[in-house]
């Protein structure tokens, strides 16, 4: 009864990883109770039935994974060989530079949930999990140093520490209610389906690489030949089916290549110490060109100073420009083509495509401290930095490339650029209609009837956390962030009055998704005080503050900085 009580809220990647930290302390004076929605730990959304069937991969190989109990490779080798076999894999076959089907990846999470399981044992630590149970509403009792949490509505448990690891969430808005509308392609399940028509999918992500997967093999099938070339063959039931992608600026995700670092992790960037004290000498704000120069271009002057010479005088609208240029030039499928024989040489070499790499690195880095970015420089990062990386660290896999060019080979995949101001509404008396003008200038309002959202994971607003009585009681705040300049903060809030506030002082703050956190990841009040006894660890609802999902790699880094906050209370 003297235990620290800790929850978890989510038995999927987020919250394993924050099991592992707590387990390796080794501290028999905890409890851990985890609350999973599902049946099973450790897979979650992406590398479960709710995310995946056996079509889909990841786009990560096993030496790209932060290190948990057992090695990819080691749990394969002692993998059953049925199981193997159902994915067409062997021990001998595999290697740690080899992506898996997600559905078997979700399998290789889950036996590592066990095997921490048998850790916590062994250290004394008590651990019960919940499985089939929804957190409905979380309760921070202040005065009694507690919080309460509410399952599946009438079932009530306090604990002293909270985190919530919820992970993926695709809200619904018109699927069910219109025929052939989906608010996103996942579960993948709805989409084995014949459709003799054309599909319209909004989105070029993975998230649309998936959805192609599927409504590909539901309407046809492939095979490679023996040139060892992919090729699409269209079912004989389904001869007018065809899918056209509808994308902001008509570009597909970049191929995966070989990375240096697989870790997205460098010994030439900026280190935390080097980031906190720009930002105290900065009048508290981070700057996005003081980073970009000093965590892309400047690593690149050792390694590629050809190209380093050629940008090194660019601002970061400059080169976006120049790099997002020169792929909108190009046909999108003849560019996928080029990069996919670019990724093969850089794969059989073991050499990076540097720049590319050192965008992900960027990405990663800049995500920890994005909150301290002015409003600016923020609405800099969405408008001009996002859309390239969201492009070329997407990494899409090999396998994936192949089918998307085959289907294109075949007549049935195309993509249009449908600009920002394009719109979708449910279609009568089914589908959607998509209204976009298109390059030439001509205006289009066509009608599906089957259509995919598949922009991929939404960042959720403050009223969209699934918890009311933190919202009540104001335990969370909007998450914000301030203008540097109050004249572009008062000429943002004559525009758009909804997206910002001001306190009537001069000083102007741009409203962002989510919820506000500090950088350890608690979850901060009204009175703007941070909370030592709820942490918020779900992407979705934090995604103003961080805005790069990065999976596994986030995973590793948040639950790291939640166990420093946990072990400095606790001193």
Partial sequence: MNKKRIAIIGGGPSGLFMFKRLVDTGDAEISITIFERKKQLGAGMPYSPEGANDEHITNVSGNEIPELVTSVADWIAAA??????????????????????????????SAQFDLLMQQARKHGIRVDVHFESTVSDIIDKPDDKQVAVEVNVNNLQHFDTVIICTGHNWPKKYEGKVPGYFDSPYPPAKLCIKTNHTVAIK????????????????????????????????????????????????????VRFHLDNPHLENDTIL?????????????GFLSLDYIFEKDFKEPIRERQPDFY????????????????????RQDAFALLKAEYAEAERSIKAHKSVYWKEMLGVLSFAMNYPAKHLSAEDMQRLQKVLQPLISVVIAYIPQSSCEELMAMHD????????VGEDSEVKPGQPGGA??????????KHADHFETFVDSVGQPHLAYDDLPYPSLIKNKSVTPATLKFRDAEKGKQAIEKDAEKVKTDGKG?????????????????????????????????????????????????????GLIMEALLKNNA
Avoid: W
């Fill in 271 to 283: 280190s935390e110490e080097e980031v906190d004290e720009h930002i105290k000498n900065n009048d």
């Fill in 309 to 328: 010479a050629h940008i090194k005088d660019m601002s970061m609208e400059a080169f976006v420009e120049e790099m997002m240029g020169k792929r909108e």
């Fill in 80 to 109: 059953p060989k049925e199981l193997l076999a159902h994915y067409q894999i062997t021990s001998q076959s595999y290697n740690d530079y080899k992506v898996l089907p997600r559905l078997l990846f979700g399998q290789y999470l």
């Fill in 433 to 442: 209609v998509y209204a976009y003008t298109d390059d030439a200038g001509k």
């Fill in 507 to 559: 000083n102007y703050r741009l409203i962002v998704p989510g919820i506000a956190i500090n950088d350890n990841f608690q979850i901060i009040d009204e009175l703007g005080a941070y909370n030592n006894r709820i942490y918020m660890m779900a992407v979705p609802y934090i995604g103003g503050y961080n805005p790069d999902y990065s999976g596994l790699d986030f995973c590793e880094q948040a639950s």
């Fill in 410 to 417: 075949a007549g049935i995949l195309e993509i249009v650029s």
């Fill in 203 to 254: 989105g070029s992500s993975l998230t649309a690489v998936d959805a192609i997967r599927t409504l590909g093999r539901g309407n046809g099938k492939f095979s490679i030949e023996k040139d060892g070339k992919r090729v699409y063959h269209l079912g004989i039931d389904s001869p007018d089916f065809k899918i056209i992608l509808h994308s902001r600026n008509g570009l597909l995700p970049a």
